[in-house]
């Protein structure tokens, strides 16, 4: 399995049951499901044929000024 350069970012609904699908369906956790600083609940998985899938549901709109503050909190 040589994987691939290919990812794709889907948005979702219900990003938790999405990600439980397809890991029921064969796919590979690489990233489990949490919410993000950026205002978007995300995880990650590999399906058989290499491909990364990244989905997400955005949870909340932030001002760009709320973004690095929560951006700074997470990275001290």
């Not at 950026?38 to 955005?58: C, K, L, M, N, S």
């Amino acid at each position: 399995n040589g994987g691939s350069p290919v990812s794709i970012h889907l948005y979702v609904e219900d990003v938790d049951a999405a990600v439980e699908r397809a890991v029921a369906a064969g796919a590979k956790l690489i990233r489990p499901v949490a919410d993000q600083f950026y205002g978007d609940r995300v995880g990650g998985v590999e399906d058989p044929f290499g491909y990364r899938w990244f989905i997400a549901t955005h949870k909340e709109d932030l001002t760009m000024d709320e973004i690095r503050r929560r951006a700074a909190a997470q990275s001290s």
